[in-house]
């Protein structure tokens, strides 16, 4: 058996459809709601879904699990409420990680590119544990996952217990299908391919630094199947463990973003500037870029999705047809 926590949502949905296809018995903890979110495990549901509140009380009935894949958090970047971010980001993390340790179970952990804060140059971007604590979150959901990468690395400082595998993957900017249910956290990519398929130009905020030209903000954009191809590459490489990037290893701009939606969906390149929310100004990352060499060394050697072919898949292959879900 392997538990998903936070899979019914994105990449929790998308790691799931595949484990189904292995034929692997699953089970997801999360809340389905009352909108649509079921419908990103219609066709492959799990054999169990757990509520969240509930999860405590499902482990101590003592299952065999092989593996937990522990995706759910607050992702939002603009989240406000310490107390409630610290319970899911952090504490919950914790308590996931020592029963893991002590069922002798792996663990397998989302963390972000959030956690890299303003830093703008490539060298910047080094999952090196020994660099951890160089590291300045510019928001709050940031800094939590940070924090437990931080517990994670105390801990083995001091020999405490831990599971058998264990692999953190700090996610940069990930796109695909199953991300409807996101609100103001969906990805760009959908976003601006809703603005264009309603006859209007793509919107970019305006740069907020003097130093880079508005649309030249950069980020690491990758394709949710490479995401999910790395941590199902860490399921079936139980000797590796550590804390890794997990990105494209390529910066793009938004204007290149923008251009590869608007040629996807075969409509003219139009894009307006607007200024940038207040809420978000000094809490922008302008450049991100995974560094994959750790990830190398441990022996991950398959590519990365170009972001115009995965624009092209995402439009083409899911939002512009009748079923958009995986």
């Not at 140059?121 to 940070?146: C, I, M, R, V």
């Amino acid at each position: 058996m392997i538990i998903i926590t936070g899979g019914a949502g994105f990449i929790g949905s998308c790691l799931q459809a595949s484990l189904a296809r292995r034929g692997e018995e699953t089970v997801v903890v999360d809340w389905l709601g009352s909108d649509l979110k079921w419908r990103n495990l219609a066709a492959h549901a799990p054999s169990r879904v757990v509520a969240p509140e509930e999860l405590e009380a499902f482990l101590a009935t003592n299952p065999k699990v092989d593996a937990v894949f522990h995706m759910g958090a607050i992702s939002e970047t603009t989240a406000r409420d310490a107390d409630l971010v610290w319970r899911t980001n952090v504490a919950l993390t914790q308590m996931l990680w020592d029963w893991c340790a002590r069922t002798d179970t792996r663990f397998i952990y989302a963390s972000s590119a959030a956690t890299y804060g303003a830093a703008d140059k490539p060298e910047l971007f080094s999952d090196d544990p020994a660099k951890l604590d160089q590291l300045t979150p510019l928001n709050l959901y940031g800094w939590s996952k940070h924090t437990f990468d931080q517990h994670v690395m105390a801990g083995l400082k001091k020999h405490a217990p831990q599971p058998p595998q264990w692999a953190g993957l700090k996610f940069f900017n990930v796109y695909g299908p199953n991300e409807y249910h996101k609100g103001k956290m969906i990805s760009v990519v959908k976003v601006k391919y809703d603005e264009v398929k309603a006859g209007n130009p793509a919107r970019l905020f305006r740069s907020d630094r003097p130093d880079i030209a508005d649309g030249q903000q950069m980020r690491d954009f990758i394709w949710v199947g490479d995401v999910v191809n790395v941590m199902l590459w860490l399921y079936d490489t139980p000797s590796v463990s550590g804390l890794f990037n997990c990105g494209s290893g390529v910066a793009r701009s938004y204007l290149d973003l923008a251009h590869a939606v608007c040629d996807a969906a075969g409509c003219e390149r139009r894009v307006d500037f607007i200024d940038m929310p207040e809420s978000l100004r000094g809490q922008y990352q302008s450049y991100t870029q995974a560094d994959l060499t750790r990830l190398r060394w441990a022996g991950y050697t398959a590519g990365f999705t170009p972001l115009e072919i995965g624009i092209r898949q995402y439009v083409q292959g899911y939002l512009a047809t009748g079923n958009p879900y995986l």
